[in-house]
């Protein structure tokens, strides 16, 4: 899964673009080092590659998203969703851990919606709608 961009405004104001992308370990591009978090620092970089340029020309900081098949996630998208959490922490008066965990909790069930959804298309030509939750 890649290209999905989300627009993030942190407390400091600051307005960056969050690129999502799954990456697998097993892919040839990373298959000779197969360490843990190897395909999402390849992945990290095919995404700055691709989108620094236009996003620094509309003052905005890329940020990778990237999370690994096997389930390791890239070290930007853990520096993001930690300062996101703290920001959500704060506001909330929630502690932080509790915020890190549920951010990770949803991302990954969306991750694996989509994944699914993009399974049955691929494979089956069947579409999901957007919010049709009855199948997964």
């Not at 389930?71 to 704060?90: F, H, K, P």
Request: aromatic letters at 6%; hydrophobic letters at 45%; a positive charge.
């Amino acid at each position: 899964m890649s290209g999905l961009i989300f627009f993030l405004v942190l407390a400091t104001l600051a307005i960056g673009t969050l690129h999502v992308e799954t990456a697998s370990p097993i892919s040839e591009r990373v298959a000779l080092t197969r360490t843990a978090g190897s395909a999402a620092v390849a992945a990290e970089l095919r995404k700055h590659s691709a989108n620094d340029a236009k996003c620094s020309e509309l003052g905005w900081t890329c940020i990778p998203l990237v999370a690994e098949s096997y389930g390791a996630w890239g070290s930007e998208a853990v520096q993001a969703i930690s300062r996101l959490a703290s920001c959500l922490a704060t506001r909330t008066n929630s502690p932080k851990s509790k915020v890190v965990c549920s951010l990770y909790g949803r991302l990954n069930l969306t991750l694996v919606r989509a994944n699914a959804r993009a399974f049955l298309l691929l494979r089956c030509g069947y579409s999901l709608q957007e919010g049709d939750s009855s199948s997964l």
